[in-house]
């Protein structure tokens, strides 16, 4: 069977794929292609989840950024980070490097995390045949991450860092079963996610950019317009749909829709719910959509489910999150990040 075929047989099985060998691999679903010689030190992340998962994991090993990173965001990194040039991407909307630059760089892997769809394992698939570089792909939505760090963090030699993200990743992921246990499903709010500048671009139903939203019990208005990725929304349509709460990691946005005549004719503008999560170093909802939402879960449940928990009061929330940047990223979360968690925006 050929391997192409092989891939569609099991697309529906976690998996490891090694040089010709299918191992099941319980709680975590691996695409691997071909064998690094060794730990790898030279790691090529083929889109922005995987960028930041090397960050998180092995600052030391990433090669380079395959997005844009602001001044702003790199301040809050690592040194290491800091420097790294900008090396395109591999994999999202639009390869933006040859394989021949990607043959320059020598990396000694190629690695992918998130969406583990047909196109994702074909493209996997497409760099190993045509450049023979190792390529390892890992599923990346929010329950895949305890596995997801812990696999990273022993194919790249660290280990004991992969188990300590791993757990606090658990640590999140077992409070929004703690806080969405008390909350039955026809009570949760109405949720609309509003990206861009001009908040009207969404995330279709199943789209791992409102992910975060369906996890923390959040009902996406969105889900109505079909099933897909990112969609353009109307305002007709927006207020027609009229959600309990509106979240958005754009600040500027925020701040013009609470002051917008327009956008004020929606309850959770005028009412108060309208939520801008931080952004820095990475979003804490989306973009990218990798384990640099795992902050953004104890957040999101404040807001959609204030007072569900004591883990959610402002002081204790703070607390949380400070612990988990700071492990992430091996820096303080900053005051003003810090202050905002004691309020509601």
């Known amino acids: 069977m050929k391997r192409r075929a092989l891939l569609q047989a099991f697309a529906l099985a976690p998996l490891l794929f090694a040089g010709g060998r299918l191992l099941a691999m319980p709680a975590q679903r691996v695409l691997r292609l071909g064998e690094p010689k060794g730990t790898p030190q030279r790691v090529f992340a083929a889109g922005a989840p995987a960028a930041v998962l090397v960050a998180a994991i092995a600052p030391q090993r990433l090669l380079g950024w395959p997005m844009r990173v602001s001044p702003s965001a790199l301040a809050l990194l690592p040194t290491t980070l800091r420097g790294l040039p900008m090396v395109g991407r591999l994999a999202g909307r639009g390869s933006t490097v040859s394989l021949e630059r990607l043959l320059e760089l020598q990396p000694d892997l190629v690695l992918d995390a998130g969406d583990f769809d047909a196109s994702y394992r074909d493209s996997a698939e497409r760099v190993w045949q045509q450049t023979g570089i190792p390529v390892e792909l890992v599923a990346g939505r929010l329950p895949d991450h305890p596995a997801q760090l812990r696999h990273v963090g022993k194919l790249l030699g660290v280990t004991a860092r992969g188990e300590a993200l791993a757990q606090a990743a658990e640590a999140q992921l077992a409070l929004v079963r703690e806080v969405l246990a008390t909350r039955p499903a026809a009570s949760r709010p109405t949720v609309y996610y509003g990206r861009g500048s001009d908040g009207l671009e969404s995330g279709l139903s199943g789209s791992i950019n409102t992910e975060v939203i369906e996890f923390c019990g959040g009902r996406n208005v969105a889900a109505a317009a079909g099933k897909g990725g990112l969609a ?112 509601r925006q």
């Open 232 to 343: 353009r929304v109307s305002l007709e349509q927006l207020l027609a749909w009229d959600p309990d709460v509106i979240l958005t990691q754009d600040a500027a946005f925020a701040a013009s829709a609470a002051q917008d005549a327009r956008w004020r004719s929606l309850r959770a503008v005028r009412e108060g719910r309208l939520h801008c999560a931080p952004s820095l170093p990475f979003g804490w909802l989306d973009g990218p959509p990798g384990v640099n939402r795992l902050p953004g879960l104890p957040w999101l449940l404040s807001r959609l489910h204030p007072g569900a928990s004591p883990a959610l009061a402002p002081a204790a929330l703070r607390t949380r999150i400070n612990a988990l940047h700071q492990l992430l990223w091996d820096q303080p979360l900053p005051a003003d990040i810090a202050r905002s968690l004691d309020g």
